[in-house]
């Protein structure tokens, strides 16, 4: 079995459904994780879990400045976007713009993707003409 990415972990994290008699945790053991990750903030890393942003403070421990501009909805847009950067080396420009445009920032799109800042703000630059 492949580890999973950041990304990866993070959309299975955002898709898992609160267990129904309340009990919350699988959410904070994906807190945990996501925040070990050294990629999220305690505050995307709320947005991603559905928990409270206090209690992933309190879950993860984090002081560090990780994370960014960042929208859950997004992640698997991000994921699409970076496989076909893998595969193919050139992507929609609009795709990246429509990310951008939903609340994701370009260093996070980076970051979560291996894309070269550069390249994403090149490409938003040609979407933009």
């Known amino acids: ?3 999973l990415t950041p990304l990866e972990q993070a959309i299975e994290a955002w898709k898992r459904v609160p267990d129904a008699n309340g009990d919350k945790q699988a959410q904070f053991d994906d807190a945990v994780s996501l925040g070990e990750l050294g990629i999220f903030s305690n505050h995307n890393i709320a947005k991603i879990t559905k928990l409270n942003p206090a209690t992933v403070a309190g879950l993860t421990q984090k002081t560090d400045k990780t994370g960014g501009r960042f929208t859950p909805e997004s992640m698997e847009a991000i994921a699409t976007l970076g496989l076909r950067w893998k595969q193919q080396g050139l992507v929609s ?3 990246v713009a429509s990310i951008v445009d939903a609340g994701t920032s370009p260093n996070m799109i980076a970051l979560l993707t291996g894309i070269p800042r550069t390249t994403i703000y ?3 630059k040609k979407a933009s003409k």
């Open 93 to 95: 420009h609009s795709a």
């Open 122 to 124: 090149r490409w938003l």
């Open 1 to 3: 079995m492949t580890a």
